[in-house]
């Protein structure tokens, strides 16, 4: 019975953990590893055709993108995750699919000019549309059993429509051991979405520390904020943007917007306009008011029980074509317009933000994580007076406004309120889904509240029966450079790199195997490192 590392170790995305239950593999997310390259960055450091199941905390991508890479490399077993979750995998691992495609077919007209042999997209569409019949929608709170030992339940996270913590329950050799895995833990009173719930047992925990290092100022009132900046900027004749992420960010958006009109905090031009220019967006807007009436909270199952629809109000526009977004902008009329990407990086928004920046009267409102290195963070570190948009310098002229609280991520003292909430003694506490620094601090924090805590290492593997640590891993980050070291190393060296940690794996499996067999193994490791050892 073995925990294995395979990304999100000491670090944010990637998102992917594998158990090993009576010699079969289970895969606890498959997530696209972000701010990487898409050659080596995503490899996987064991072969796909192993794992016989995957189970899926939530539909970010950081979280699941890399299921069409898995299953394009050879995994054809089942995927379990809530109903909302199969769902939204669909509208996002198309996208992500197209954006792959997309990508590629740049890159490669690139290389082609410089000379350079051309890489087909990491995935394609087809691809994609072959992990949808994987898909097993399941509920919340009920528990499968997914054969050969092992049995999960989702529990409500709180952080995105569907999301989950997922509980394993294992059994081998007649031992059984309880494995928490916390996916992304959410914050109460998010609009939407019911609040994250609390589990009491667990023999070992894995646990998310995105905000570990940091306590959010006290929740102030969106609505009031919102409606005030809006308010404003409408009243000089300017736009108000949103850059905001597609699932979950714009629908929190849509659902205070409803609220301020149907308040009337917007006196300035109370009938204002509202664009959602995202496609992904309205795809995913429809799943969140469609027929998962069951998941949303009582507040918005409430409204849609009196007639209302949480995410439609008077003044709402759906841009789907290219043409009508770019139309958006020869409009001189004050509106409200709401594009992704989240970060700016990528996406109409920039269009928007190349029409707006430079003019005083408009505004942009940010309302999730600023990675750095983005145009959306520098926007809001007010460091850049000038910023280049398609080739043209853009003066940043207009009102900036970062609604941080707005996020559906818990903060330090709501990932402590979380862990402190099991009842039981836990073996080991697991950190990870944290930016270097902040899973190895969270880490000590936990050890000195009493926690048997680890930021554990890319490929680490611990066992489960005995609580010990069988490989340690590599440390894939250095300290202060948030960039991979692979984009350092050549691709085969990394290839290499991984057959290395494959080998280990398949040693323990090996454990208690006849001596012969043993002995035969070692001697062929001996030979292979004696030819190599130059
Ligand atoms: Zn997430």
Redesign the pocket.
């Known amino acids: 019975m073995k925990l294995m590392f395979y990304g999100a170790a000491r670090e944010v995305t990637g998102s992917c953990y594998g158990v090993e239950v009576n010699g079969k593999k289970i895969l606890v997310d498959c997530g696209l590893h972000q701010g990487s390259d898409n050659g080596f960055g995503q490899n996987f450091a064991f072969y796909p055709g192993e794992v016989d199941r995957v189970v899926i905390t ?1 539909a ?1 991508i950081d ?1 699941s993108g890399r299921l069409p890479l898995l299953v394009k490399q050879g995994f054809h077993g089942k995927i379990y995750a809530t109903e909302p979750t199969c769902e939204l995998l669909e509208i996002m691992l198309r996208d992500s699919a197209h954006i792959q495609e997309v990508e590629s077919g740049w890159r490669n007209r690139k290389q082609k000019r410089a000379g350079d042999v051309v890489a087909p997209p990491l995935y394609t569409m087809e691809d994609a549309e072959k992990v949808f019949s994987m898909l097993v929608p399941c509920r919340y709170d009920e528990l499968i059993d997914t054969g050969d030992g092992a049995s999960i339940r989702f529990v409500d996270a709180g ?2 429509l569907g999301s989950a913590y997922i509980e394993m329950l294992l059994k081998e050799d007649k031992v059984n051991k309880k494995i928490v895995f916390s996916g ?1 833990i959410g914050v109460p009173g998010h609009p939407l979405i019911r609040d994250p719930q609390y589990i009491k047992e667990a023999d070992y925990v894995v646990m998310e520390s995105t905000y570990g290092d940091r306590v959010r100022e006290p929740v102030f009132d969106h609505v009031t904020d919102l409606a005030a900046a809006i308010d404003s900027t409408l009243g000089k004749g300017g736009n108000v943007i949103c850059p905001a992420f597609a699932v979950g960010r714009t629908q929190g958006l849509l659902y205070n917007l409803r609220e301020i009109k149907e308040r009337g905090l917007v006196k300035s031009v109370p009938d204002f306009k509202v664009y959602l220019d995202s496609p992904l967006a309205s795809a995913a807007t429809k799943i969140y008011s469609g027929e998962n009436v069951a998941y949303l909270d009582d507040e918005a199952a409430a409204l849609i029980k009196s007639g209302v629809q949480p995410l439609w109000f008077e003044g709402l526009h759906i841009i789907e074509s290219v043409d009508e977004s770019k139309k958006l902008n020869d409009d001189v009329s004050p509106k409200v317009i709401i594009s992704s990407s989240g970060m700016c990086d990528a996406g109409r928004i920039r269009h928007h933000l190349k029409h707006n920046l430079w003019r005083r009267e408009c505004a942009v409102v940010f309302s999730g994580f600023q990675a750095n290195g983005t145009l959306g963070r520098t926007l809001i570190d007010g460091i850049a007076s000038n910023v280049t948009l398609f080739g043209e310098e853009i003066a940043v002229r207009c009102r900036i406004f970062n609604f941080r609280t707005m996020s559906a991520h818990a903060d330090k003292d709501g990932l402590l309120k979380w862990i402190g909430a099991f009842e039981s003694a836990l073996s080991r506490v697991f950190v990870v889904h944290g930016e270097h620094d902040i899973c190895a601090a969270f880490s000590v924090l936990l050890g000195e509240l009493g926690y048997n805590a680890v930021a554990p290492k890319y490929s680490a593997i611990y066992d489960l029966l005995s609580n010990e640590m069988i490989l340690e891993g590599r440390d894939i980050v250095r300290r202060g450079e948030p960039e991979y070291v692979a984009r350092r190393e050549t691709p085969v060296y990394q290839r290499l790199m991984l057959a290395g940690t494959r080998l280990i794996e398949v040693i323990t499996r090996n454990k208690g195997g006849a001596n012969k067999d043993l002995g035969k193994f070692a001697d062929q490791i001996d030979a292979l490192s004696n030819k190599w050892d130059r």
Do not use: A, F, T
């Open positions: 939530h970010h979280h952080h995105l992304d």
